[in-house]
T-cell receptor, first 113, second 112 residues
Framework: DAGVIQSPRHEVTEMGQEVTLRCKPI?????LFWYRQTMMRGLELLIY????????DSGMPEDRFSAKMPNASFSTLKIQPSEPRDSAVYFC???????????FGPGTRLLVL | AQSVTQLDSHVSVSEGTPVLLRCNYS??????LFWYVQHPNKGLQLLLK????ATLVKGINGFEAEFKKSETSFHLTKPSAHMSDAAEYFC??????????WGAGTKLIIKP
C-alpha cells in the first residue's frame, strides 16, 4: 500500500491566489482528516469526513477555507483567497472504521508570500 | 473534556542513555492513547498505541509506554537513545469518534 498520498509536496504562492491541496487516502479507509501544523499553534484538526461526508468542520479557520471529498479516494482542501498567515504544513490522514489509528500523509508545505 | 499535557517542550539526552518523555491526560472515559513521532521535515508516524489491553505497550524502534490510570499518565521511554531518535514526539488521546486531542509536542535532542 502506498499510504496516504498528498500533492503538491510544496507550494509557494502569492497572497490572494487560490490554493488547492489534494489527498488520496489509503484504500478502504472510511475516515479522512485534514490538519494544519504551525509553530505557533501546533497541530490543528481542520475538518474530517466519514464515508465522504463532512462530519465536523469546526476547525476550519474561516470561510476562505473549504474542503470536499467527491469520492472515497480523493479529497481537496481549498484556500481562496490565500493569505500569508495561511503558511503552514497541511497534513491529510485517513483511518479505517473501528480502528482509531490515523495514518498521515507526508504533508504539503504551503508558503503564501 | 479531554486534554493532553506534555510536561517538557524539549528533552536532551546523550546517545546511549535512557529516554523519558512525559505525558499526562485527562479524560472522562476510558481513553485510547497514542504516541506519534515526527522527524524533521517529515510526516507523522504512529509509534505505539494503548487501547485498553495491556498497560505496557511496545512500539517501534525500541520505544514503549506504560498506561497508569491512577496517575493519568502515559509516559514514553526507551532504554538507550540513538541519534536517529532525534525528532518531535506527540502524545495523543482519543475517547471516541476519531477525534484526536494532541499534546503540544516534545522535541527530543540527542547529544553525541
Amino acid at each position: 500500500d502506498a499510504g496516504v498520498i498528498q500533492s503538491p509536496r510544496h507550494e509557494v504562492t502569492e497572497m490572494g491566489q487560490e490554493v488547492t491541496l489534494r489527498c488520496k487516502p489509503i484504500s478502504g479507509h472510511d475516515y479522512l482528516f485534514w490538519y494544519r501544523q504551525t509553530m505557533m499553534r501546533g497541530l490543528e484538526l481542520l475538518i474530517y469526513f466519514n464515508n465522504n461526508v463532512p462530519i465536523d468542520d469546526s476547525g476550519m479557520p474561516e470561510d476562505r477555507f473549504s474542503a470536499k471529498m467527491p469520492n472515497a479516494s480523493f479529497s481537496t482542501l481549498k484556500i481562496q483567497p490565500s493569505e500569508p498567515r495561511d503558511s503552514a504544513v497541511y497534513f491529510c490522514a485517513s483511518g479505517g472504521a473501528g480502528v482509531e489509528t490515523q495514518y498521515f500523509g507526508p504533508g504539503t508545505r504551503l508558503l503564501v508570500l | 473534556a479531554q486534554s493532553v499535557t506534555q510536561l517538557d517542550s524539549h528533552v536532551s539526552v546523550s546517545e546511549g542513555t535512557p529516554v523519558l518523555l512525559r505525558c499526562n491526560y485527562s479524560s472522562s472515559y476510558s481513553p485510547s492513547l497514542f504516541w506519534y513521532v515526527q522527524h524533521p521535515n517529515k510526516g507523522l508516524q504512529l509509534l505505539l498505541k494503548y487501547t485498553s489491553a495491556a498497560t505496557l505497550v511496545k512500539g517501534i524502534n525500541g520505544f514503549e509506554a506504560e498506561f497508569k490510570k491512577s496517575e493519568t499518565s502515559f509516559h514514553l521511554t526507551k532504554p538507550s537513545a540513538h541519534m536517529s531518535d532525534a525528532a518531535e514526539y506527540f502524545c495523543v488521546v482519543s475517547e471516541s469518534n476519531y477525534q484526536l486531542i494532541w499534546g503540544a509536542g516534545t522535541k527530543l535532542i540527542i547529544k553525541p
